[in-house]
């Protein structure tokens, strides 16, 4: 997403409203998949876009 917002900074705008959509959603399927309550996870992302950015993530 880095390379992403490199090329188009003009997109960065929609980050955050598109950031806390992804994990709300990301949330419901969680809970949903593993039988748990939603209140298990937080209502907001508590990651903010540097941070997540910042995680080495090797699929």
Do not use: K
Request: charged share 25%; hydrophobic share 35%; aromatic share 10%.
């Amino acid at each position: 997403m880095g390379g992403l917002l490199e090329q188009s900074p003009s997109l960065a705008e929609f980050v955050p409203e598109e950031l806390q959509d992804s994990y709300e959603s990301a949330r419901r399927n969680a809970t949903y998949d593993m039988h748990i309550e939603e209140s298990t996870f937080p209502d907001t992302c508590p990651w903010t876009l540097d941070q997540m950015m910042a995680f080495d993530i090797r699929l």
